[in-house]
């Protein structure tokens, strides 16, 4: 039987890598009353398979993973329940349901992304739906070569904006964006909100910046 399943990762556990929280994921699993399927061969694993990963130091309320269990009848609130016991509050299963083969790169290909940023300029004033393109830079290994070189992009026909930037009480600035996120683009979110601010020669320190997935679609 396979399993999607629904996630959080929050607060302090944002920070963790993608393997640690994999692992973390994989630990709990185990620690259910249902027994997860192997694979065959002289290597065998369990049959997970998961989003793509969250950069480090984003939150969200919407990540995503398999399981593949041997049982072929599963309580689902009660696997829920023993999944949230063994994991950290910052990090809670929501919702749980049956899956089909369909990957989860194919069902889900956007993310909606709030940021909250720090800045003393009036970022209220910016036209955000001007025609000039959003640039990012990104490393990128050079062929035959173990170095990294920095590439330019327009990632303007991946990405929504869809407000202008709002200010908020406490003097910051709310933005919210729909990236890509498929087998075909996958849109770095802190590249995207500094790619955007560069186009109107604003350079924001990174921990100015607060990035929040809120769901997937």
Do not use: C, W
């Not at 049956?98 to 720090?118: C, G, P, R």
């Not at 955000?128 to 035959?144: H, N, S, V």
């Not at 330019?152 to 709310?174: A, C, R």
């Amino acid at each position: 039987m396979k399993l999607r399943i629904l996630y959080t990762r929050n607060d302090e556990l944002k920070f963790i890598s993608h393997l640690n929280t994999v692992d973390l994921l994989q630990r709990a699993v185990f620690n259910t009353d249902y027994q997860v399927l192997f694979s065959q061969g002289f290597n065998p694993h369990p049959i997970m398979s998961f989003g793509n990963p969250l950069p480090l130091g984003v939150s969200s309320d919407f990540e995503i993973f398999d399981v593949d269990l041997v049982d072929d009848q599963v309580d689902l609130d009660k696997f829920k329940d023993q999944l949230n016991s063994y994991l950290p509050k910052q990090v809670q299963v929501f919702k749980i349901f049956l899956a089909d083969n369909t990957s989860i790169s194919k069902v889900f290909s956007y993310s909606i992304y709030e940021f909250i940023i720090d800045s003393e300029k009036n970022l209220e004033e910016l036209n955000l739906f001007d025609k000039k393109p959003i640039i990012i830079e990104r490393t990128k290994k050079a062929k035959k070569k173990r170095e990294r070189e920095i590439v330019q992009e327009d990632i303007t026909s991946h990405v929504e904006i869809k407000k202008n930037f709002i200010k908020l009480q406490t003097g910051e600035y709310f933005l919210e964006a729909k990236l890509e996120n498929s087998n075909n683009k996958i849109i770095n979110p802190m590249n995207f909100i500094q790619g955007l601010l560069k186009k109107y020669n604003i350079n924001i320190d990174p921990v100015d910046i607060s990035i929040h997935k809120r769901e997937m679609l």
